[in-house]
């Protein structure tokens, strides 16, 4: 329902994702802020919402008395039932503790609750989701007062672009993918990806082998930096350059690794996972075995494997680790922006998060995202799959989304590879329980995905081995 009140310069206003929009209203295009859980986020002035308003569906306008303060979306995540959805009296707490001021819990339709808190203001509602407004300081440590199952994602002060993407590089992914077909080379070698050396890597990623001694990879942690010049040693011993790169104070860098193209090209293909980790609600501990150390050791696993096999890319290759995914996608949107920024040939990105978890009976799966991403990279990577790791039941999920949104929000051809067609099940999900070796973790099925992500690269790239 639109406010009908007389409104201030500047008004929050979210309303659910229309591409045309977009491309037809100059001034939403101009106030645009990004896509979240479905939804468009705009901040506006008055004589845009009037022009805007007939051409708009259902949302929400909220005014906005402090420009200052950061605006943060805050979302439940998808999960499974059984494995128990915070109550309405949990997210009350949250709020309540974040705004020393008592609040009320609503249910049901799109709302805006203005002026019902002071200090951090709730903005607008609904039953899965929320826009609260707080100082700057708050937004970038909120993950850790957050209730099991909801994220966080900051947004932007100021507006974004909305780049779809291109008929050029759809057709360029379309091309890749009718080229595919069974090549006895691809196979051996990622058929050379090894278990062993995958428990190995995320056992020392969760502080599980002794030697490691991280006990978080939070993203402001001692363990996350700990990891990231770790995770740089690992890559830069395959033959890989890399770099750590800062994107914000007081976060751990990106980790960077590039393997050089051997033809004279700027095309680029990027696997990613992100290293930092979440855990329980006031625990120092955030093992992230399987979110994200699945994703990060597939990582590592496809870089040995190019070593090993002596493996050289005859276009660009580039393998990152990111850093801020659980507060809000920071570092991949940092990255995203560089490459958008420089021009980058891009011709995919696939984001690898959470690999390693299917509920006991069930099997082997791959999940690709039913929202946000290219339908061509899914396409792609669903057609090797059903070649080079048959044994995954593959499908879509609702679970999203990791650092593929920052890609594809900047017009480049992305997606997700995720452990489950379906909601999320891992009961050590933002848990500090989440280690290897527990039941329900399963290195077959991460390095079945990881044949995947690796076979892609190397129909989409094209490669040499040693003579």
């Not at 998808?78 to 503790?97: M, N, Y």
């Not at 203001?121 to 909120?142: C, G, K, Q, Y």
């Not at 062993?196 to 030697?211: A, C, I, N």
Request: hydrophobic letters at 40%; charged letters at 20%.
């Amino acid at each position: 329902m639109w406010g009908q009140a007389a409104l201030p310069l500047a008004l929050l206003l979210v309303t659910p994702h229309d591409p045309s929009v977009l491309t037809t209203i100059s001034c939403l295009s101009d106030s645009y802020r990004g896509q979240f859980g479905g939804n468009s986020v705009f901040i506006v002035d008055d004589a845009c919402l009037s022009s805007s308003t007939g051409l708009l569906g259902e949302g929400s306008v909220v005014p906005l008395d402090d420009t200052d303060r950061q605006l943060v979306w805050l979302e439940q995540e998808v999960v499974e039932d059984t494995l128990g959805l915070p109550s309405p009296e949990d997210i009350t707490s949250f709020i309540s503790a974040l705004s020393g001021s008592p609040f009320t819990a609503q249910d049901g339709e799109q709302q805006v609750l203005a002026d019902s808190l002071y200090g951090n203001v709730v903005l607008a509602e609904t039953a899965s989701s929320m826009v609260i407004s707080v100082a700057p300081e708050v937004a970038r440590t909120i993950d850790t007062h957050l209730p099991r199952f909801w994220k966080s994602a900051p947004i932007p002060p100021k507006s974004v672009p909305y780049v779809p993407i291109s008929s050029a590089a759809s057709q360029r992914v379309k091309e890749i993918a009718a080229s595919v077909k069974f090549d006895p080379v691809v196979a051996s070698i990622v058929g050379n990806l090894s278990i062993t050396q995958m428990r190995k890597d995320v056992r020392y990623l969760t502080g599980e082998d002794p030697s490691s001694g991280i006990v978080s990879r939070h993203a402001f942690s001692e363990g996350a930096l700990q990891a990231a010049a770790w995770l740089k040693e690992q890559f830069e011993s395959t033959g890989a350059s890399c770099e750590l790169k800062p994107f914000l104070r007081g976060f751990s860098p990106n980790v960077v690794c590039t393997y050089a193209a051997t033809e004279d090209t700027t095309e680029t293909m990027l696997l990613s996972a992100h290293y930092d980790s979440r855990g329980s609600f006031g625990s120092t501990r955030a093992p992230g075995g399987d979110d994200d150390g699945s994703g990060t050791t597939a990582l590592l696993a496809i870089a040995r494997t190019i070593a090993r096999k002596g493996v050289t890319f005859r276009k660009n290759i580039q393998l990152v680790a990111f850093s801020g995914e659980e507060q809000g996608l920071y570092g991949s949107k940092a990255y995203a922006r560089e490459m958008y920024e420089l021009g980058a040939n891009l011709t995919l990105m696939i984001q690898a998060d959470m690999l390693g978890y299917h509920a006991p009976g069930e099997p082997a799966q791959l999940g690709l995202p039913a929202s946000i991403g290219s339908v061509e990279v899914m396409q792609l990577v669903s057609n090797i799959s059903a070649i080079y790791s048959p044994e995954l039941v593959v499908g879509t999920t609702r679970a999203c989304c990791s650092d593929h949104q920052s890609f594809h929000e900047l017009g480049f051809p992305a997606t997700q590879v995720f452990e489950r067609a379906g909601p999320i099940a891992d009961p050590m999900y933002h848990n500090s329980g989440d280690l290897s070796d527990r039941e329900g973790y399963d290195f077959g099925q991460v390095r079945s995905i990881a044949k995947v992500q690796f076979a892609t690269l190397l129909h989409a790239a094209g490669f040499d081995l040693p003579e």
